[in-house]
């Protein structure tokens, strides 16, 4: 609050106090008063409404630039109330009244949603759990009756709509879902190449795995997901060649374990690259391809950041498609562990 | 025949699972009484359980739990939920495997032919077939001063078929336990490996160590 801004503000209250100066001295006038006592009486009359406003002025200029420095600083702005004194002037006290019930109101909608949203995810969670069952009924039905193999292949898909939800789930919940231990990269490999191992030999996909028994610090079951999604859109994004073919590698590079997986399929567009890991984006392929979300490449890259590993995509359209996972080498670690 | 013990309260299944695991020459027995399950669970004395976490009265990691305190029968935890968390815990309690549905199969079979393989010990380093020494480790087939060398594939192929000896193998069994020894090959490679298993066999003398039922799959004989 500036003091220009503070007389502009009073500017009618201080016309009025020069009209009554004037009206007063018009009045001593008539009444024949002595000079001494009008110039007395002058100096007294202004000096008091100057200290009176700047008392006024002074504290209020203190209250404003408290509040003003701290919402700045603050990031949820409602929480205001809770960081400044209670002011000593009346509109002071009424303006912090008003925010304290906005921000007691605030607090009970943000508590309200966000329980509500917690049920949700709760009941989403539970919801996915039972699908299952029927899933899995299904499926041995199919194994059992030897039925077609498109069924398997369908109840495949549904399969792997339900487990995107539920890491989507999982990567936006605050609290965390996950156990970092020692993950053998050979393993988690054969878990998802046994997976999808039907679909890859219909489609005659070649695989090439080396990884050099390399272990990684990360959740073996969040991990799984991750190299499940991007071996779901290497096949989906496959060419229609004879010499189709995934490899996957991985190696050690400075302080950082590197997993690439390699696809020879139709490529990401250049212009397109830089938004993969975006929300709901599918771009140019996913008019080429049918059932494409833009959602797994995002919640992978969400996964990544929350167990702190890095994703990178590099690819030429038509050519190949490489995806590469950083894991930090943690040193530390793995000697503890050798030692223990 | 082994006894495996189901304990799952989903009808259907359970209903499917019995017959999966008849199918691959188990004894699949279902419990539906859920009041008395451990006493049931020691008077059957099965080879296996398939447990799920989520059945009537108790909850199955409870019920392991339990279950460890007077015996070491096999168990594997099957259950929807996906988790890190309930694998660890399920463990810590004493299960031998954990498998979330929806599960492959195929891949069940060899978690439930690897967990009962666990309790015998029958890793030899030689198997003696016909009148031929097969050396496990160094990869060789020997007959007299003949020696063969296996490829690490025709050696998986050969031991797997050769523990189920006169019974009739899927060709998608045998790929499951190629892709599980991390040798993601495809049909063709499958295909000439057995050909060749087969040629080498021949040299030394036996000459329909794998016959092929069409549509079934293959036998060692």
Known sequence: MKLGDYLKDKVFIIVLIILAYFIIFSFMIGFKITKEFKWCFTVIYFLLFIILFLYDYLRKYFFYKEILSKIDLLEEKYLICELISKPNFLDGEILYQILYETNKSMNENIRDYRSKIDDFKEYVELWLHEVKIPLSALILYTHNKKTSQVLVSEINKIDNYLEQILYYIRSENTEADYIIKEVDLNKVIRDVMLKNKDVLLEKNIAITSDVCNLKVLTDYKWLEFMINQIISNSMKYMKDIDDKKIEIKAYKQDKYIVLEIWDNGIGIPSSDIGRVLNKTFTGQNGRKVPGSTGMGLYIVNNLCKKLGHKIEIESIEGEYTKVKFVFDNNLFYSEVYSKA | ?221
Request: glycine fraction near 4%.
């Open chain 2, 1 to 221: 025949m082994k006894k495996i013990l189901i304990i799952e309260d989903d009808l259907s299944v359970r209903s499917e699972l019995k017959e999966l695991l008849s199918n691959a020459g188990y004894d699949a027995l279902i419990l539906d009484d859920y009041t008395n399950m451990l006493e049931d669970i020691l008077s059957i004395h099965p080879d296996l359980i398939l447990l799920d976490i989520n059945i009537p009265y108790m909850n199955g990691e409870l019920l392991l739990k339990a279950l460890r305190k007077v015996s070491n029968i096999p168990v594997i935890m099957v259950t929807s939920r996906v988790g890190e968390i309930d694998e660890v815990l399920s463990m810590s309690y004493g299960a031998d495997d954990y498998i979330t549905k929806p599960y492959n199969p195929t891949i069940l079979l060899l978690r439930i032919g690897a967990v009962l393989k666990r309790g015998e010990k029958n890793i030899t380093d030689t198997i003696l077939y016909h009148d031929i020494l097969i050396e496990v480790k160094r990869g060789i087939v020997k007959k007299e001063h003949e020696e063969v060398i296996l490829t690490k594939n025709e050696m998986i192929i050969f031991i797997y078929l050769y523990e189920r000896m006169g019974s009739i193998v899927a060709r998608d069994e045998l790929m499951t336990e190629l892709w599980n020894n991390d040798e993601y090959i495809n049909d063709n490679a499958l295909t000439v490996n057995i050909s060749r298993l087969r040629n080498k066999f021949r040299e030394l003398g036996v000459d329909n160590a794998i016959e092929t039922r069409k549509g079934q799959g293959y036998i060692l004989l």
